[in-house]
């Protein structure tokens, strides 16, 4: 069914992980998709062409997130594309693991940027162009519930995104926006791969009900939820998708 049609939905870091299942599944019920990368042109050239193959509408859009200027092209260029913004998926983000003593002040500030201040403005671009209704759905991590070494900037951006959706309903609420965030646990993508041993992801699937790690398809499931009408009554939350690993 297309749930979706007419509407049209930006997906930053679309270009492969959880951002691409999520981008291909709301093509496919019908939005005009933005795929939306920082540094892989390719890999977002050929998510368009496959959607458009299923018969799906879709655009590759550079942008920076944390850059205020490409914050605003996104949107200006998504505009001029399809005329409106219905859905934002805020899914772009940065995780650098290392234990305190070794974070610098450039992995400190790269991951702000991006996971902070660029969901944050990308909110404030939403107030002002999205249509009535909207939906937008940000990343959180399910790492907030857990105490892991060398976590502890990633999860301290996540804990800002988590306050941002709390406190931005309301402001949001007037013109029938929803704004969620979705809380992965471990999923089987790059950014949770790369960097651990084979031993380190057998210990992460014995943390949860099901024995096994999460694919971007279960968390895909959730967003689908949450940008449908099926979800209007449910606004500033934290959607734990995580198979009990908390």
Same mark, same amino acid.
């Given at each position: 069914?297309?749930?979706?049609?007419?509407?049209?939905?930006?997906?930053?870091?679309?270009?492969?992980? #959880?951002?691409?299942?999520?981008?291909?599944?709301?093509?496919?019920? $019908?939005?005009?998709?933005? #795929?939306?990368?920082?540094?892989?042109?390719?890999?977002?050239?050929?998510?368009?062409?496959?959607?458009?193959?299923?018969?799906?509408?879709?655009?590759?859009?550079?942008?920076?997130?944390?850059? %205020? =200027?490409?914050?605003?092209?996104?949107?200006? =260029?998504?505009?001029?594309?399809?005329?409106?913004?219905?859905?934002?998926?805020?899914?772009?983000?940065? %995780?650098?693991?290392?234990?305190?003593?070794?974070?610098?002040?450039?992995?400190?500030?790269?991951?702000?940027?991006?996971?902070?201040?660029?969901?944050?403005?990308?909110?404030?671009?939403?107030?002002?162009?999205? =249509?009535?209704?909207?939906?937008?759905?940000?990343?959180?991590?399910?790492?907030? $519930?857990? %105490?892991?070494?060398?976590?502890?900037?990633?999860?301290?951006?996540? $804990?800002?995104?988590?306050?941002?959706?709390?406190?931005?309903?309301?402001?949001?609420?007037?013109?029938?926006?929803?704004?969620?965030?979705?809380?992965?646990?471990?999923?089987?993508?790059?950014?949770?791969?790369?960097?651990?041993?084979?031993?380190?992801?057998?210990? %992460?699937?014995?943390?949860?009900?099901?024995?096994? #790690? $999460?694919?971007?398809?279960?968390?895909?499931?959730?967003?689908?939820?949450?940008?449908?009408?099926?979800?209007?009554?449910?606004?500033?939350?934290?959607?734990?998708?995580?198979?009990?690993?908390?």
């Amino acid at each position: 069914m297309n749930i979706l049609e007419g509407k049209v939905a930006i997906v930053t870091g679309s270009s492969r992980g #959880i951002g691409l299942s999520i981008a291909n599944r709301l093509a496919d019920l $019908g939005a005009k998709t933005v #795929i939306n990368y920082s540094s892989n042109p390719d890999k977002a050239s050929e998510a368009v062409e496959a959607i458009k193959r299923r018969g799906g509408t879709a655009i590759a859009l550079h942008a920076d997130l944390s850059r %205020m =200027e490409e914050i605003e092209k996104l949107f200006s =260029e998504t505009l001029a594309a399809f005329g409106k913004v219905d859905i934002l998926i805020n899914n772009a983000g940065l %995780m650098i693991n290392k234990p305190l003593a070794e974070v610098t002040e450039a992995d400190f500030d790269k991951q702000f940027a991006v996971n902070v201040k660029g969901t944050f403005f990308a909110c404030q671009q939403a107030m002002k162009h999205m =249509e009535n209704n909207g939906r937008i759905v940000n990343f959180s991590t399910s790492v907030l $519930g857990q %105490m892991f070494p060398a976590y502890s900037v990633y999860a301290g951006t996540k $804990g800002a995104v988590e306050q941002f959706t709390r406190q931005l309903a309301k402001e949001f609420g007037p013109k029938g926006i929803t704004i969620n965030a979705v809380a992965p646990g471990p999923v089987n993508t790059e950014l949770f791969t790369v960097g651990k041993t084979e031993q380190q992801i057998e210990g %992460m699937k014995k943390l949860n009900a099901f024995g096994r #790690i $999460g694919e971007p398809e279960d968390i895909t499931d959730v967003v689908e939820f949450l940008v449908s009408e099926k979800s209007q009554w449910v606004t500033g939350q934290t959607l734990r998708a995580n198979g009990g690993f908390i």
